[in-house]
């Protein structure tokens, strides 16, 4: 089970900080774990991905509307990804979805993946 949390309304140049609590140890686990985003009337859309590994090195992969805003982090202790955005623009408006990906799987894109959350809404004025 994924849970993201820290969504919210903030004003064009803000900053939020989302993070998706993992049951057990999903987080550490998983072959990566990712972030989408969806806008209405539009298709999901990936938006960053990591690669746990287990240890406290990992790689991160950022799509280019978000590269240098954005930054992916894994806490293994408290079994979290985090997505820390910075100078959010009125584009970033979406549902915020994290999931965890399967083995093997091309982790920029949706059908990698095997678990999601809900989601948390972040709207950009």
């Known amino acids: 089970q994924l849970v993201e949390s820290g969504g919210g309304s903030v004003q064009a140049g803000g900053s939020l900080r989302l993070s998706c609590a993992g049951s057990?140890?999903?987080?550490?686990?998983?072959?990566?774990m990712g972030w989408f985003r969806q806008a209405p009337g539009k298709e999901r859309e990936w938006v960053a991905n990591?690669?746990?590994?287990?240890?406290?090195?990992?790689?991160?992969y950022y799509a280019d509307s978000v590269q240098g805003r954005f930054t992916v982090s894994l806490d293994h202790a408290e079994n979290t990804v985090n997505l820390q955005m910075n100078s959010l623009k009125p584009e970033d408006t979406a549902m915020y979805y994290c999931?965890?990906?399967?083995?093997?799987?091309?982790?920029?894109?949706?059908?990698?993946?095997?678990?999601w959350g809900k989601g948390t809404q972040v709207t950009v004025s």
């Open positions: 999931a965890a990906g399967r083995e093997g799987g091309l982790c920029n894109q949706a059908r990698a993946y095997i678990s």
């Open positions: 057990g140890d999903t987080v550490s686990r998983s072959y990566c």
């Open positions: 990591v690669y746990p590994g287990g240890g406290v090195r990992y790689f991160t």
